[in-house]
């Protein structure tokens, strides 16, 4: 039996709408659309085409995350699993935490990731747990705590790990003990316990 034109396209939207307006090739073809149908509407301008397999609604609303959906979809693997959790530096600026200005996108990938990496994109290895990872639309990237564990075993200034602490701290996102109990190299340990300090120093002051 046929589906309906308009039953497949609202599969087709779902689908996007919790990923930022994207979709993939097979994810368009598990709701209905043949190889051929993809095509038309790509040449109709109805999808915008953004890599191979990727496709955008044409119409859909800008996000602000736009690079990172990207990215997100640029580390697919063959079953159409994002494999990049956005990390680090980055994580740092998406969560407003301290004054991190990134220059290039930081991702976490787990040690099966083969790609690799672009220019623009500065890759991370390592086996994140599902409490590390919040969902985003259309990507994940490493909760505030995760991050801030991050970047003290990372080569963040003292002055920028400080801040992002600071702020975490006043927003409650993370809680002080979470930072000081956390499973990390002792250097790391030791630079995330002055940042501690320092940041509580500045707000009783």
Not at 76 to 99: C, I, K, M, P, Y
Not at 124 to 141: K, S, T, W, Y
């Amino acid at each position: 039996m046929k589906r309906d034109p308009k039953e497949t396209e609202r599969a087709l939207i779902e689908i996007a709408s919790a990923q930022g307006g994207y979709f993939s090739a097979a994810q368009a073809l598990s709701v209905g659309y043949s190889y051929r149908q993809q095509h038309f509407h790509k040449s109709r301008g109805n999808w915008q085409y953004i890599d191979y397999g990727v496709y955008r609604f044409r119409n859909y609303p800008e996000s602000e995350h736009e690079d990172l959906i990207r990215w997100s979809f640029w580390s697919r693997n063959r079953r159409g699993e994002f494999q990049a959790t956005v990390s680090h530096d980055t994580a740092l600026a998406l969560h407003e935490l301290g004054d991190v200005m990134p220059g290039k996108v930081h991702l976490t990938v787990p040690p099966s990731f083969r790609k690799k990496a672009p220019g623009g994109c500065i890759l991370h290895v390592a086996r994140l747990v599902p409490h590390d990872i919040e969902h985003h639309q259309g990507f994940n990237a490493t909760t505030p705590l995760r991050t801030l564990l991050d970047a003290a075993d990372g080569p963040l200034s003292p002055d920028l790990l400080e801040g992002a602490v600071r702020d975490a701290l006043r927003r409650g996102m993370v809680r002080r003990e979470q930072l000081l109990s956390a499973e990390l190299p002792q250097n790391a340990r030791d630079r995330l316990r002055l940042a501690v300090e320092t940041a509580e120093r500045v707000e009783v002051a």
